[in-house]
C-alpha cells in the first residue's frame, strides 16, 4: 500500500515535471482549485488558420523536454537552470502569471514593483523546475483530446501512469496570443499553479506597507 505522504509526493514532482512540459511547448508547485480567464486574443482569423493546435504543441514539448531529461547530467543544476532559462522563459507569459497573482491588489502597486512582481514569478517557477526536474522516474504519458473552454481556451489534459500507484490528471490551459498558442496556467487533478501563486503573493502583500503596495 502507498501511504498518504508518497501520493502526494508522487503528484507533487509529476505537477513539476509536467509544468516543465507546459512551459517548454508555449512558444503555466502546489496549488489550489482554478479559476481565472484567459487574455483577450486580438488576432484574425489567418492567423488562426496558420497556428499549430495545443493538442501538437504539447506533443512537441514532452518530447523535447524528454530528450534533454534523458540526455543531461540531471545533476548539474547549471545546465538544468540554462535549459529552463533558454528554451522555457522566453516564451512564457510572466507577465500575465504577476498580474493575475496581483489580483485587487495590483492597482495599489507601481509599475516597478508590477516588474518585480513579474520577476519573482519567474524565479520561483524556474528555480522550483530546477530543483525537482531530476525527480522525474520515465512515467507513462497519455493525451487526450483537447477541449474548448471558451472562445479563446482550450485545455488539454495529460495522464501520468505511476508505477504501483494512482494516475494523475494534469490540465494545461492555452490562450492564443498574438504569436500562437501559449499555458497560462497548469493544473494537476484540479489544483492550479496560477491560484496558488495569487494566495502567495497576495499574503505577502497584504502583510507588508501600510499602504497596501508592494514591497520586496
Known sequence: MISNYHRRMIMKRTLICLTAFGLLLSSGVQAMPGYGHSPAYRGGAATMQQEVGPGMILREGVTK???????????NPQKIAAFLETEIAPYFDFDYMA?????PMKRYMTEQQKA???QQVKELLLGTLAKRLGDYNNQDVRFYRPRSSGRNEVKVRVGILQA??????IDF???????GWKVFDVAANGN??????????SSKMRSQSPNRGYRR
Do not use: I, T
Not at 65 to 75: A, G, I, V, W, Y
Open 65 to 75: 523536454l524528454l530528450k534533454f531529461m534523458r540526455q543531461s547530467d540531471q545533476q
Open 99 to 103: 498580474d493575475w497573482a496581483a489580483g
Open 116 to 118: 518585480e512582481l513579474g
Open 164 to 169: 504501483g500507484g494512482y494516475p494523475a490528471n
Open 173 to 179: 490551459r492555452f490562450y492564443r496570443s498574438e504569436s
Open 192 to 201: 492550479s499553479a496560477l491560484a496558488y501563486y495569487r494566495q502567495h503573493f
